[in-house]
Nanobody, 114 residues
Framework: VRLMESGGGLVQPGESLRLSCAAS????????MSWYRQAPGKERELVAI????????NYATSVRGRFTISRDNVKNTVYLQMNSLKPEDTAVYLC????????WGQGTQVTVSS
């Protein structure tokens, strides 16, 4: 199993970013996929999850209405569209899948600062 994130960067408050996580080594369409984030000095937190049907999703309260998770079962990729970014969204964002055990990507840094 391999999860590879991309799309992070430095943006100003109010701007947008789209993260991607390319998955391989397992039957992607059969597994729920999640995005987590970890800010310095804080615990890792679940940001969003999307289930195998591609339409059932759930979000952390802090991002609901601003972030959208989606998946492409042909490209084996999960996305996180992040709009109206705030400084408190600054973190390393990690892709996660549980395929018999927990698998994590290496993460992509998102920094929101003016």
């Amino acid at each position: 199993v391999r999860l590879m994130e991309s799309g992070g960067g430095l943006v100003q408050p109010g701007e947008s970013l789209r993260l991607s996580c390319a998955a391989s080594g397992f039957t992607f369409r059969n597994y729920a996929m999640s995005w987590y984030r970890q800010a310095p000095g804080k615990e890792r937190e679940l940001v969003a999850i999307i289930y195998t049907d591609g339409t059932t999703t759930n979000y952390a309260t802090s991002v609901r209405g601003r972030f959208t998770i989606s998946r492409d079962n042909v490209k084996n990729t999960v996305y996180l569209q992040m709009n109206s970014l705030k400084p408190e969204d600054t973190a390393v964002y990690l892709c996660y899948a549980r395929v018999l055990r927990n698998y994590w990507g290496q993460g992509t840094q998102v920094t929101v600062s003016s």
